[in-house]
């Protein structure tokens, strides 16, 4: 079927993914450099080290979404906010975290869960920076990563709820709205790479 004709390995779509993302995060940083001027970014060393790691963690999400396209995970589990009527799925530990569907889901929504936690934690953080410190660009950047992954989040329960309405062949709702999903995703983690500029260690 066509359907079928248009799969690809799940493992070689996430490397093909997250190269791309790799380069355009890299294309990026060389940009920001050229368009923010030293006076607006922010100094601050732990700042900076919890933006590395929320943009670790959005990575092992973004290869895990890979995942979830690749396997067409979504129908595996079309409900929420539990899977199949189980909110951690039966025989876990038992199955691959990387091929199987299920466990594939599971990860990737407890992921968006603690994203969506850590990156109001990130976003409080940034808030008690500008008020203890002078004026900079971080207090427009950081709006626009809170609200990328509440977007996201919503895309995320929407798409997978959709899942039933694939039409084998056509282009329907399913399909936009899990376009819709990986275009703010891949948004999500250039607005953390911004903030990762604007927010700069202190100089030693």
């Not at 990737?108 to 109001?120: F, N, Q, S």
């Amino acid at each position: 079927t066509l359907f079928r004709s248009l799969s690809v390995d799940h493992v070689k779509l996430a490397i093909h993914f997250l190269s791309a993302m790799v380069l355009a995060c890299y294309t990026l940083w060389f940009a920001l450099q050229l368009l923010i001027p030293e006076e607006k970014r922010a100094r601050s060393n732990s700042l900076h080290r919890f933006t590395i790691i929320v943009i670790a963690l959005l990575s092992v999400q973004l290869l895990y979404g890979a995942f979830m396209a690749g396997l067409k995970a979504a129908m595996s589990a079309p409900t929420w906010p539990t899977i199949n009527g189980m909110w951690i799925p039966d025989n876990l530990m038992q199955h691959s975290f990387v091929s199987d569907p299920i466990n594939v889901h599971f990860v990737h929504r407890t992921l968006a869960y603690l994203l969506l936690i850590v990156l109001v934690f990130w976003f409080a953080k940034a808030g008690k920076y500008l008020k203890a410190n002078q004026p900079s660009l971080l207090s427009k950047t950081r709006w626009w990563t809170v609200l990328l992954v509440c977007l996201q989040v919503l895309l995320g329960i929407c798409t997978v709820i959709s899942a039933p309405t694939i039409i084998v062949g056509k282009f329907g709702q399913y399909q936009t709205l899990a376009e819709l999903h990986q275009l703010v995703a891949m948004f999500l983690l250039m607005s953390l790479i911004v903030n990762l500029y604007v927010v700069r260690k202190t100089k030693a």
